[in-house]
């Protein structure tokens, strides 16, 4: 079992910048992170592989948002800049703990983060 804790949800303004962090309690393979907005599905953020090289990112986030990671911390990042109001959601991290690569599908995914909203004002 592997347990995953965000951060750094919080309020912005348009044009401004969060950062969310998610830290897991073991080894972790491929990260993502999704996020779903209120009366919407889950969807696809950004995901990364084991060893940081490679990453893939929604069209919508493309260019404003980066993930990374740190290994030696269980931690991986999403650093979100020029937010803008369609970014507030509720963000989770998702862990695969088997070999398969990166994916944006949600049930590739077997460990879940609580959550943590993200809201940005105009």
């Known amino acids: 079992q592997v347990q995953l804790v965000e951060l750094g949800g919080g309020s912005a303004q348009t044009g401004g910048s969060l950062r969310l962090s998610c830290a897991a309690s073991g080894r972790t393979l491929t990260m993502g992170w999704f996020r779903q907005a209120p009366g919407k599905e889950r969807e696809f953020v950004a995901t990364?592989?084991?060893?940081?090289?490679?990453?893939y990112y929604a069209d919508s986030v493309k260019g404003r948002f980066t993930i990374s990671r740190d290994n030696a911390k269980n931690t991986v990042f999403l650093e979100m800049n020029s937010l803008k109001p369609e970014d507030t959601a509720t963000y989770y991290c998702?862990?695969?703990?088997?070999?398969?690569?990166?994916?944006?599908?949600?049930?590739?995914?077997?460990?879940w983060g609580q959550g943590t909203q993200v809201t940005v004002s105009s």
């Open positions: 998702a862990a695969r703990t088997r070999a398969g690569g990166l994916t944006i599908f949600s049930d590739d995914y077997a460990y």
């Open positions: 990364i592989n084991w060893g940081g090289s490679t990453t």
